[in-house]
């Protein structure tokens, strides 16, 4: 089991990193020690309650957010895996692909694409997550340093607060996107 100081370590780090601040920065904003700071990311010390809350106003992110472990960064179910249901009374079988969080907001979009440039996206705002379900043809989908293959029926999810890249590989490759954010 993970220790929470080293939950609260990467958690700090990476909001830290995802803001573009440095560790001079955050500690000044914070009131805090830069030292301080190096070790708290480092996964040492025993920080009350009040550093932390001081941390988390200077990245302005909600306390919770320094509990959360890093999340798998890509998640990709092939047609015919997952969790299923099936019906009694209809040829109707259902798999599940994702839940939506509490509180998460979810836009959803069809993709009409066609081989030739690729979009390659910025990073969304914080937390965002994206999920791809291919449903014709062929695409190269997910964070621009691992992207993966999908054919129609494949899912994936990544988080979209991260570059990340569609690519179609045939021609009139359509996906349904569903951007979450939270």
Known sequence: MTQPIAIIAEALMRERQRAGLSLAEVA????????TLSQLEAANGNPSLETLWALCVALDIPFARLMEPQQNSTQVIRRGEGPTVVAEMANYTAALLATCPPGARRDIYL????PGADRISQPHSPGSVEHIIITQGRALVGLTEA???LYAGDYICYPGDRPHIFQALEPDTLAVLVSEQN
């Open 28 to 35: 000044r904003r914070a009131g805090i020690a830069k030292s």
């Open 111 to 114: 993709l009409t694409t066609q």
């Open 147 to 149: 992207p993966v293959e």
